[in-house]
């Protein structure tokens, strides 16, 4: 049975660090864009028979999450480079919603273009450290 597609009109953006405190950093009203994002290595496996012959190798998975750049953010953020969290996207918010999961890591504070009369956008790429899912929040 086929679904309707997914509009994403608000969303619950956090994620969950144990380290070196339990603290959950909530990036909902800084985030405007998330994407996850996944390359799979296309290995050569050709022999004499089967010369085009092709195989999958190593998947990497990332994830971008696009923001606007505040003092809040970075203070947010800044206690948490090279540590490890959980990554917990609801694009419906809801206790009982699907969710996009993963754990994540970050190794340098996102910088943008600092412009006078614009806000200031600034991405955040994530290490992904486990596959991500799409599933309810345990």
């Not at 405007?32 to 022999?47: H, I, K, R």
């Not at 990332?62 to 203070?75: D, R």
């Not at 919603?97 to 994530?126: H, N």
């Amino acid at each position: 049975m086929a679904t309707s597609p997914l509009i994403v009109r608000e969303g619950e953006l956090t994620i969950e660090y144990t380290l070196p405190t339990p603290a959950t950093v909530d990036l909902s009203c800084y985030a405007f864009a998330v994407e996850p994002s996944a390359d799979v290595e296309e290995l050569d496996v050709g022999t004499f028979c089967t010369p085009n012959a092709t195989d999958q190798g190593k998947i990497s998975e990332s994830i971008v999450i696009s923001m606007l750049w505040s003092s809040g953010l970075y203070a947010d953020l800044q206690p948490y480079v090279g540590q490890t969290g959980h990554l917990v996207y609801k694009p419906v918010p809801g206790a009982a919603e699907l969710a996009l999961q993963a754990d994540v890591k970050f190794s340098v504070m996102p910088w943008g273009r600092f412009e006078i009369g614009t806000r200031v956008e600034v991405d955040l790429p994530l290490a992904v450290l486990t596959p991500i899912t799409y599933e309810a929040v345990a």
